[in-house]
């Protein structure tokens, strides 16, 4: 079919180069030097926003702030387009499908990946593979728009899991915002106290435990922000563990402290 | 040298297969399994710990709780052996060396090192390739047991870190201590907050921030409990930064939530 991509950085990119092998894919991207890297890539580029319609789908694949005024500039003529978006918060979305134009049909794709790298140059086809993407219907979905995500995902190279906006927003605020905050809290705890001259004593465990705090501050903020209530019921949980953990390491109490670290290691192993 | 070894695990496993190419070492474990493994991987294996000694350096790589008893039961008789230690908290050892009989020589020697596996089976050379030694002299250390323990720890493939005992510990605090606090709250949280049949949705960045979650209750307990005055004041500052930021994302304040992650990126390039 004919996918339509607005932004070509690290997903939308990911997405062009996965997808280009089995459909006809044109990409858009507001930065003329991305453009040139997507073009020399192979990817069809046009040179503005409207020229990706007509399509058979269209993903919003551009940073979060602009997923719902890319989508709202697109919905007016979307004519039979599925428009999709990539957005990792499902609020604002919701929000807009709400008050879409009659007749355009919107769907959530939100591959679970990501690395340290960001833009064109970090996309790969390969950062797609085998991950889950999550198709989220909005009210603006109907059973033909619901199968062409799944069939895109699964084009991809992904693996499809089908959640409401309610579930996905809950699920990103635990396994991609909490990470990233509590990564973040820990880089600058530890940055506050080791002497600048013992700097180079972290090992594998710290680096991979902060990793997530090289996140970019705009995907970091619209992660933290736009998912706000989910997220801050979660700090809250957070908070109340990391309590509950110093008041048994205060009273010198073994067992609850074995008993807290059991239960997160049997909680890790389900979860990963 | 003749150079002993107490506990074959993890640490002392490699220990051992990373010295025995340049000195003659002998290894001890209390469990007889272990004993045979290691003999198997062409370790000498004594039968009794009493049997490590004479020798130029004894090594105590028992688990944390074993250290102290294993140092007072080899100092008595110590002569000219110099005792190292890997405990990965000074606090107990230092304790132990204010009191420890005349004469006696004790060095710590903590390899930053680790990897989810445990006991021999895990153990290899490679572990300590350039790793991290904290060589931390106690009451009973001198130049020539301090050069000693340099020496074991680049003969062993590590790069040498010279630190007093609360240096060491207030890092160790925050490089492997908090993080494993921090990976466990974030298990606890995310396998209370995920459905069941979406266990499956978490990725790299989720994987490993809380891959410290399977550090085994023994070790993690110690870590935490041995060193409760610096794990504590970390937990405090960590939960005030995470409040911080509960306080941005409540009030919508994009300026400060970008402001602490950029802070926080900063951190960790400063300390990777």
Redesign the interface.
Known sequence: MNVSIAGLGLIGGSLALALKTRHRVSGFDIDASTRDAALAAGIDVVGALDALLPADAVIVATPMAAIVPTLAALAPRSGAAVLLDVASVRGPVEAFAASAPAGCRIVGLHP????SGSGFAAASAELLEL??F?VVPTVRSDTASMALAGALARDAGGEV?V?SAV?HD??V????A??????????????????GN??????????????????S??L??AL??AN?PN??A??????A???E??RA??T?D?TA??A?????????????
Do not use: H, N, W
């Not at 013992?198 to 996140?215: E, I, K, M, V």
């Not at 807290?260 to 990963?272: F, G, H, I, K, S």
């Open positions: 679970m990946a990501g690395r991950r889950p999550l899991t959640c579930q809950r699920i605020a635990v396994l991609s909490l990470p990233l905050a509590l990564a973040s809290a820990l880089a600058i705890t530890a940055a506050d106290t080791v002497d013992l700097a180079a004593l972290s090992g594998p465990g710290f680096g991979d435990s902060t990793r997530l705090a090289l996140t501050s705009d970091g903020s933290l922000l706000a997220v801050r979660g700090l809250e949980r957070v908070r563990i990391l309590y953990m110093d390491i205060e010198g073994v402290v074995k807290l670290l059991a239960r997160a290691a049997e909680a890790r192993r389900r979860l990963v």
